[in-house]
């Protein structure tokens, strides 16, 4: 599941929540799998999920906007 930080880290913006399945999607990736992986970006505080109606939807943290120098492995 580590494999997948990255390339769902690049997918999401901080301009525009994203559904983990419109992720998945793009990735061609099992949608739970992406889940996890948006959740545990949220974790390392690299993404931020939203409450509500956006619950489950996905956005990187405004105050990085870019993941190029983001340890995903810490």
Do not use: N, Q, Y
Not at 32 to 45: G, M, N, P, S
Not at 50 to 74: C, E, N, P, Q, Y
């Amino acid at each position: 599941m580590d494999d997948l930080l990255e390339p769902v880290s690049k997918r999401l913006s901080s301009a525009a929540w994203r559904s983990f399945v419109e992720v998945a999607d793009d990735l061609g990736e099992i949608p739970w799998d992406v889940l996890e992986a948006c959740r545990t970006l949220a974790r390392k505080r690299v993404a931020e999920e939203g409450t509500g109606k956006l619950r489950s939807h996905f956005r990187l943290r405004s105050a990085l906007g870019r993941t190029d120098k983001v340890d995903f492995t810490a």
